[in-house]
């Protein structure tokens, strides 16, 4: 398996941006895509966003297209998500995940230890 550790959380004012990372240890050889998921409390898990690990594709929920941005560095086994014109609905506990699948049909099977986001307004 992999193991990923997320960093980067943190309180933000809404308007205000965050920068997440994850860096994968393990059987990276693996991965096809990497991505970002998020719960709030009270809420289901719920997809923000997914990048290819070869190929770059990318993927992004409707409720953060165009204000977030993933980004990976396979070199250092790192994906980012840059969050911008952070809402408070926003807030959330963010997990980094992987998939064997492709980034159009992914299917989480590692996820980290999360990290907060809290946006307040």
């Known amino acids: 398996q992999v193991q990923l550790v997320e960093s980067g959380g943190g309180l933000v004012q809404a308007g205000g941006s965050l920068r997440l990372s994850c860096a994968a240890s393990g059987r990276t050889f693996s991965i096809s895509a990497m991505g970002w998921f998020r719960q709030a409390p009270g809420k289901e898990r719920e997809f923000v966003a997914a990048?290819?690990?070869?190929?770059?594709?990318?993927q992004y929920a409707d409720s953060v297209k165009g204000r977030f941005t993933i980004s990976r560095d396979n070199a250092k086994n790192t994906v980012y998500l840059q969050m911008d014109s952070l809402k408070s609905e926003d807030t959330a506990v963010y997990y980094c995940?992987?998939?064997?699948?492709?980034?159009?049909?992914?299917?989480?099977?590692?996820w980290g230890q999360g990290t907060q986001v809290t946006v307040s307004s």
């Open positions: 990048i290819g690990w070869s190929g770059g594709s990318k």
């Open positions: 995940a992987t998939s064997r699948t492709l980034v159009s049909s992914f299917v989480p099977n590692s």
